[in-house]
């Protein structure tokens, strides 16, 4: 499983897949995978059978539909985008820290040079303040 899931979200290691065809890869299996559970619940639920025309449709119509709305906002994306890459070779770590009444939560993104994300963490911890966070 844990496999699967590297393929999922880091198809150019698994699989060498990159840049776009990479994006719409793991946007394909996240659609994938939430479809037939919204249809395993479905089902579960209410009763009847799976249809696997009818899921092949959905997943089809609902990555157009991801993919036409991720390209209509991402020229506007990149062009406000606060980000600045690394040097080429090198990864950047973005963090953050956010402080509740009852919990303090961290959260990092390593990402190289063209934006893909490498590893991404965030761990909830028991209440701090903000300069401990």
Not at 85 to 102: S, T
Request: charged share 25%.
């Amino acid at each position: 499983m844990s496999q699967w899931v590297k393929m999922m979200v880091k198809p150019e290691i698994v699989l060498g897949i990159h840049g776009e065809k990479a994006k719409e890869f793991t946007l394909l299996v996240a659609l994938t995978c939430d479809i037939i559970w919204m249809e395993r619940n479905c089902i579960r639920i209410d009763g009847g059978h799976a249809d696997s025309m009818s899921i092949s449709s959905k997943v089809s119509r609902s990555f157009k539909e991801h993919k036409s709305a991720w390209q209509s906002i991402s020229s506007f994306i990149y062009k406000s985008q606060s980000w600045l890459a690394p040097a080429r070779g090198w990864v950047k770590c973005n963090f953050d820290a956010a402080v509740k009444e009852n919990k303090v939560v961290y959260a990092a993104v390593v990402r190289d040079e063209e934006g893909f994300i490498l590893k991404a963490w965030a761990k909830k911890d028991v209440v701090g303040s903000p300069l401990w966070a």
